[in-house]
């Protein structure tokens, strides 16, 4: 088998793709540590979701599947799980005996029993391993994102078990996948609604967004996400987390070179009742900005002190000018970080700091 495509993660970018690519990095790295650097995996979430899946999970031994709600909306795991789950009946036909799991199902956010879709149900695979079960109750995903003292040694441990499921379902040697074959497959479960469009993946939720006690004030908003491309994994969570809550949202990465920062936070500004700024060291950096840009650009005017949500990602100091702007300086992207990210959009948090406020 290809050591390059050893195992496979299967997920959807929105489920926090910073949490995602760490625990997908630790899972290689302690494959590595144990059989040598030949062993590497690869990292699902196509920009394209519900195309023909790609071709690392046709070739792969083992799949890991972080679900949640919206990874069973998602048309293109649904294929992915379809391949995988076609190439172990292959095998159990072709030698008479039954596969081992090669198809690992891993709770990354809890489901529903009534959401987790029927051929779920009757795979076998479900709901995997016992040594996985008590992740059930509040997801990997809360456990990579916590800071919890406690958290990490758990976490290290989990990840140290499923690398060991991982080699010895891998040992069965799963035949690849005909690139023609998978065209054809129908997906386990997921629809086209799941996702569109051909730029980035925009998911169907299964919750209706959150009633709202309280007067127009509290009602879903328009907001317009400020960004550089090397923050774009922030971007797409960012995205997702505010339209679960019920927003219209729309990305505007600021196009370094052919505009400047005035030109592309005005470009966000116009149209949307809040603008939510991705500081970071690789916003700082961008452009050949003047200080005084800077504060011309965040220094929300007496007339509109509510546009600006300025959301600080890394411990990267401000510049001079806007360090007295009030940020909302987020710890991961684990539910707690959405949930105060929420807040700060509906509550705003980009208006002058106060002396005692909690700007960093």
């Known amino acids: 088998m290809d050591p390059s495509a050893f195992f496979y993660t299967s997920c959807t970018r929105g489920d926090g793709w910073p949490a995602l690519t760490r625990f997908h990095a630790d899972l290689e790295y302690r494959l590595r540590a144990q059989e040598g650097y030949g062993i590497s995996g690869a990292l699902g979430a196509a920009m394209n979701p519900g195309t023909v899946p790609s071709s690392a999970v046709t070739k792969a031994g083992v799949m ?92 290290y441990v989990f990840v140290e078990q499923l690398a060991k499921s991982i080699l010895e379902a891998g040992r069965a040697g799963l035949e690849p996948l005909g690139a023609g074959e998978a065209r054809d497959m129908l997906p386990a479960f ?21 009633p709202r006690p309280g007067s127009a004030a509290d009602e879903p908003r328009s907001v317009a996400i400020s960004y550089v491309g090397a923050d774009q994994a922030w971007a797409d969570w960012m995205d997702d987390v505010l339209r679960e809550e019920g927003h219209t949202v729309r990305q505007r990465r600021w196009r370094v070179g052919l505009e400047t920062l005035s030109q592309t936070v005005e470009r966000a500004r116009d149209g949307a009742d809040r603008v939510v700024v991705v500081f970071s060291r690789s916003y700082f950096d961008a452009g050949n900005t003047a200080p005084t840009d800077w504060e011309a650009a965040f220094t929300p005017p007496a007339s509109d002190p509510s ?29 707690d970080q959405a949930e105060r990210l929420r807040e700060g959009v509906m509550d705003t948090v980009g208006a002058p700091r106060d002396p005692a406020g909690g700007a960093r």
């Open 307 to 335: 546009w600006l949500v300025a959301v600080q990602i890394d411990a990267a100091p401000r510049p001079l000018l806007v360090r007295g702007v009030q940020v909302l300086a987020l710890e991961g992207s684990g539910p």
């Open 190 to 210: 997921g629809s086209a609604q799941g996702a569109t469009g051909p730029g980035r993946p925009h998911f169907r939720v299964p919750e209706q967004p959150r």
């Open 64 to 155: 890991v599947a972080l679900y949640s709600p919206r990874y069973f909306l998602d048309r293109g795991c649904g294929l992915e799980w379809a391949v995988i789950q076609s190439r172990m009946r292959r095998r159990a036909n072709t030698e008479g005996v039954q596969a081992p799991a090669c198809l690992l199902p891993v709770c990354w956010k809890p489901v529903a029993e009534r959401r987790i879709p029927q051929e779920v149900r009757r795979s076998e695979s479900f709901p995997g391993p016992g040594a996985f079960d008590w992740l059930r109750e509040r997801g990997l995903e809360a456990l990579v994102s916590s800071s919890d003292p406690g958290a990490d040694e758990r976490y």
